[in-house]
């Protein structure tokens, strides 16, 4: 028996659509230049998430090199998106609903999502124990357009002191305000 990338996502809980996945690398490949310069993201990025241990070796690169780092830094970024959502049919099993259903409940109350290769995907911190947060459609029509989805999704489920040490997702499921949250995440835009 021959192990995929599907049985180890799988064995994790997770799902995982070749198809999709490399529709979103090629797309997020042909955007990114050929040239590529290191921004100081991409390299914290990739020395806390994509294994490079030594910065100076950015120094003297080829073009394949390049093409290498861009690669990987966008699969970083797809795996991690993958990781933080759950598909349609994830969603509205979460949600105790049909998938069918899932596309008229997101249009009355709307659910923070993305999209990976054509296909739409739910960011995992707006669920919880089978139903969407309190007041989530409030959150979500106020999430800064400027943050990345997995930037909100790291805001929403981290410990804040100025929540008392919870994270906005504990906040919100304790029944508290939303102006907080709205407040941490209009920081983080104004900060990016």
């Not at 996502?9 to 997020?28: F, H, P, S, T, V």
């Not at 910065?55 to 093409?67: G, H, K, M, N, V």
């Amino acid at each position: 028996m021959t192990l995929t990338i599907a049985d180890v996502y799988a064995e994790q809980g997770l799902d995982y659509d070749e198809e999709a996945y490399a529709r979103q690398l090629q797309a997020m490949l042909r955007q990114a230049p050929r040239a590529m310069a290191v921004g100081e993201s991409m390299l914290a990025d990739l020395l806390e998430h994509g294994g490079l241990s030594e910065p100076e070796r950015l120094r003297s690169w080829s073009t394949q090199d390049a093409a290498r780092l861009a690669t990987g830094h966008a699969e970083m970024i797809i795996n991690r998106t993958l990781e933080l959502t759950l598909s349609a049919a994830q969603a509205a099993e979460e949600l105790g609903i049909s998938p069918s259903r899932l596309s008229h409940r997101a249009a009355s109350t709307p659910l923070a999502s993305t999209m990976v290769g054509g296909r739409k995907r739910y960011w995992r911190w707006q669920f919880a124990s089978g139903h969407a947060l309190p007041r989530l459609g409030e959150v979500v029509s106020r999430i800064p357009q400027e943050l990345a989805g997995i930037d909100v999704a790291v805001i929403m489920t981290s410990p804040e002191e100025s929540l008392g040490g919870r994270s906005p997702v504990d906040h919100l499921l304790l029944g508290e305000g939303i102006e907080p949250v709205v407040a941490l995440l209009d920081a983080a835009a104004r900060a990016a």
